[in-house]
T-cell receptor, first 115, second 115 residues
Framework: DTGVSQNPRHKITKRGQNVTFRCDPI?????LYWYRQTLGQGPEFLTY????????KSRLLSDRFSAERPKGSFSTLEIQRTEQGDSAMYLC?????????????FGPGTRLTVT | AQSVTQLDSHVSVSEGTPVLLRCNYS??????LFWYVQHPNKGLQLLLK??????LVKGINGFEAEFKKSETSFHLTKPSAHMSDAAEYFC?????????????FGKGTHLIIQP
């Protein structure tokens, strides 16, 4: 399978714990994005990388959230001291370039439940 | 700032009848606009995109959309609905010109197909 993959697919954690999600983009895609989708809503942009550089962070990304893409390939999203409001689907997407013709390809998401 | 408004949260049609999902946009730039579909437990899939070429855009599975600048609209249509079209549909605008920046999603329209 050459699509975007995300692990784990589901994560249940207790409030206050830290969690980390992984995204593997399509090979050689230089841009990688994280979005969050809560129930009944559309995805909301969190942050994106071009290669290993994090170029933009949304105001939704509080200081408890950190994302990395150390070698310009896979990315991790860590949430520290989770809160119930963090319960959502976390989506990763990747694209090959920066022009209008480049489609963002989405992974299946990681569903986080904070109890 | 860019935004999209999906005018209907739910649309119900009978199989074999036309589908119309409505979307209005707001953009400071010449926008890139997209429609994505999300089937239950599956990733987001691009249906079609408008990037300042032809105003009538054809997508996959018989869907098309027309960009109307005077009406700031980008409605999605299909002549004949199929049961497999039942899904959540998102109208999307690029946050800045170009599809490779973070995307701004609408709240979604749930399409129901009646047999």
């Amino acid at each position: 399978d050459t699509g975007v993959s995300q692990n784990p697919r589901h994560k249940i954690t207790k409030r206050g714990q830290n969690v980390t999600f992984r995204c593997d983009p399509i090979s050689e895609h230089n841009r990688l994005y994280w979005y969050r989708q809560t129930l009944g809503q559309g995805p909301e942009f969190l942050t994106y990388f071009q290669n290993e550089a994090q170029l933009e962070k949304s105001r939704l990304l509080s200081d408890r959230f950190s994302a990395e893409r150390p070698k310009g390939s896979f990315s991790t999203l860590e949430i520290q001291r989770t809160e119930q409001g963090d319960s959502a689907m976390y989506l990763c997407a990747s694209t090959a370039g920066t022009g209008d013709s480049y489609e963002q390809y989405f992974g299946p998401g990681t569903r986080l439940t904070v109890t | 700032a860019q935004s999209v408004t999906q005018l209907d949260s739910h649309v119900s049609v009978s199989e074999g009848t036309p589908v119309l999902l409505r979307c209005n946009y707001s953009s400071s730039y010449s926008p890139s606009l997209f429609w994505y579909v999300q089937h239950p437990n599956k990733g987001l899939q691009l249906l079609l995109k408008y990037t300042s070429a032809a105003t009538l855009v054809k997508g996959i599975n018989g869907f098309e959309a027309e960009f109307k600048k005077s009406e700031t609209s980008f409605h999605l249509t299909k002549p004949s609905a199929h049961m497999s079209d039942a899904a959540e549909y998102f109208c999307v605008v690029s946050r800045r010109g170009g599809g490779a920046d973070g995307l701004t999603f609408g709240k979604g329209t749930h399409l129901i197909i009646q047999p």
